[in-house]
């Protein structure tokens, strides 16, 4: 992207999708802090990202009914790393529902275990603002105690293995 922006052969126009790319990419890297938002549960109450207190937390974004969300709920729920680490107090899942259709998201709240965090994006922030690439749903995040990106755009596999190695 960076020698897109830089090359000659592209007039501005054509270099503002690479430039968009580029400060998305830029956004959330591994070895830096996670950007906080505010979600809201069902309930009505709110909460912040930074705010949660855990070793670690997987911030999983998604969309309710989503076929590939529905398998990394069960791959998740299945883990037995991830599920060990949720029993000690040592991970907090925060999933969120980054759109506004939150009838639809109502409707699949039992899809969702019920020790994980399961709020959306009320304002719609994190799609408006692009706080965070969500190119691909879901999008899974594993974060260290200070918000800090340990693993992104990964899988839950691949968060298993993680927490399996940390142990």
């Given at each position: 992207l960076d020698a897109m922006l830089a090359s000659s052969l592209l007039n501005d126009t054509e270099k503002v999708?690479?430039?968009?790319?580029?400060?998305?990419?830029q956004?959330?890297?591994?070895?830096?802090?996670?950007?906080?938002?505010?979600?809201?549960?069902?309930?009505?109450?709110?909460?912040?990202?930074?705010?949660?207190?855990?070793?670690?937390t997987l911030l999983f974004i998604s969309n309710p009914g989503c076929y590939a969300?529905?398998?990394?709920i069960d791959a998740l729920k299945n883990a037995p790393a991830i599920g060990r680490a949720l029993s000690a107090k040592q991970l907090?899942?925060?999933?969120i529902y980054p759109d506004e259709e939150l009838d639809e998201w109502k409707r699949h709240?039992?899809?969702?275990?019920?020790?994980?965090?399961?709020?959306?994006?009320?304002?719609?922030v994190i799609k408006m603002q692009n706080l965070y690439d969500l190119k691909a749903i879901p999008t899974?995040?594993?974060?260290s105690k200070d918000k800090t990106v340990l693993l992104k755009d990964v899988t839950a596999m691949d968060i298993e293995q993680f927490l399996d190695s940390s142990k």
């Open positions: 999708r690479p430039k968009a790319r580029r400060e998305l990419a956004k959330n890297r591994l070895g830096t802090k996670a950007i906080d938002f505010t979600y809201t549960l069902a309930t009505g109450k709110t909460g912040s990202l930074h705010a949660l207190k855990a070793p670690y969300c529905i398998e990394t907090q899942i925060l999933s709240l039992t899809d969702y275990p019920a020790d994980w965090i399961n709020g959306y994006d009320r304002n719609q899974l995040y594993l974060l």
